[in-house]
């Protein structure tokens, strides 16, 4: 059973093409992580692995683009379950600024599940914040 989360949906400041480029280089993913809780931060333009506080090391992978629009990452080799990570960008009517959020889809049992939902939607929405801070 696929354990789904969705962060909220964050107005963000910049084109749709500014926060994509931005995204499908993975160094960029560390300023949208809380600092205090990361640790062992190692990336590529592709992609990236960090520790959470208390917890795995998550590795993403990017898997496929949809220019402008999409990114889908994947898990790495390491992390404690399956999953995939959708970003979506959306552009704005009018083209000022546009709306991102991500979809995360993961086989987690349902042991793993009571203890990760709360902390990954925690994250997911901390993240699509940086995601409108950094680019305001």
Not at 42 to 62: E, G, R, Y
Request: proline share 4%; with cysteine.
């Amino acid at each position: 059973m696929a354990t789904n989360i969705e962060s909220n949906k964050v107005i963000i400041n910049a084109s749709q093409e500014v926060v994509y480029t931005f995204l499908t280089d993975f160094k960029n993913i560390k300023e949208l992580l809380p600092q205090d809780k990361i640790s062992d931060w190692n990336a590529t333009v592709d992609q990236c692995s960090f520790k959470i506080q208390n917890a795995a090391i998550i590795p993403l992978v990017k898997d496929s683009v949809e220019p402008s629009n999409k990114i889908n990452i994947k898990s790495g080799d390491k992390a404690p379950f399956p999953f995939t990570l959708e970003v979506f960008i959306n552009e704005l009517d009018g083209g000022e600024g546009c709306e991102a959020y991500m979809h995360f889809e993961g086989e987690i049992n349902a042991f793993l599940k009571m203890m990760v939902v709360k902390p990954l939607t925690n994250l997911f929405n901390y993240m699509a914040k940086r995601m409108q801070e950094v680019h305001a």
